[in-house]
């Protein structure tokens, strides 16, 4: 039976290197997919990961009915076997709903891939629909550290290395950014309740937080 799969995990996990590998795959075995993205590092009209891997996808705006959009491709003679869909937080919740419908309707496989929340530790519209939505949700194995070496869980917004909590929800930028421009960096929850990031925590030391004393 033909799924929505919803892959998450916080930024720099791997989300998009493994949709390129489902891709690459997929299409060895004579497969084609469609691909949809939107607002990707690489820019407009394109699905890349990290590690220097760039295929074409099909940008996704705020009006398109990716539905629509699909049933028009296979109605001029285009072929589909399957979906992908990358950076699926900035997805519109009906857009999601689109996506399932292709699924149940279309018969494809669906592979969304995303995080689940914002720099402020909020559900993205998409992705909360995603979970709604989706027949699985599988949690991507490799797991990204916070500057202190334990699991990152959380995804900081910075600017001048320093974390902020306030502006719109959608801010294109990157984990790799100079210290001077908006930035993302990932952070154990510890240390995003703190407001910690390794430029304003000095993280070259990388010693543990201690207690404080209060003498009696």
């Known amino acids: 039976m033909p799924e929505l799969v919803f892959f998450s995990g916080t930024m720099d996990c791997g989300k998009s290197t493994l949709a390129l590998q489902i891709e690459h795959n997929r299409s060895a075995r004579g497969l084609i997919g469609m691909i949809f993205t939107r607002n990707d590092r690489a820019g407009e009209g394109k699905l890349s990961s990290r590690l220097g891997l760039v295929t074409d996808a099909v940008e996704v705006e705020d009006g398109t009915d990716l539905y629509a959009y699909l049933v028009d491709h296979l109605s001029r003679g285009g072929r589909a076997d399957y979906v992908i869909a990358d950076e699926a937080q900035f997805l519109a919740p009906d857009q999601i709903d689109q996506l ?100 304003s925590a000095h993280a070259g030391t990388l010693s543990p937080d201690v207690l404080p004393i209060v003498s009696g």
């Not at 494809?108 to 699985?136: C, H, M, N, W």
């Not at 869980?153 to 909590?165: S, Y």
Request: proline share 1%.
């Open 100 to 199: 399932a419908r292709v699924v149940d309707d279309l018969g494809l496989d669906v592979y969304a891939f995303g995080i689940t929340t914002d720099f402020r530790s909020k559900l993205f519209p998409g992705s909360q629909r995603l979970v709604e939505l989706a027949d699985r949700v599988e949690v991507l194995q490799v797991e990204a550290l916070c500057w202190c070496g334990a699991r990152a869980t959380h995804n900081a917004r910075t600017v001048g290395g320093v974390m902020v909590v306030e502006g719109a929800q959608v801010v294109v930028g990157d984990v790799d950014q100079s210290l001077d421009e908006v930035g993302y960096e990932v952070l154990c929850r510890r240390h995003h309740r703190r407001r910690m990031t390794s430029a």
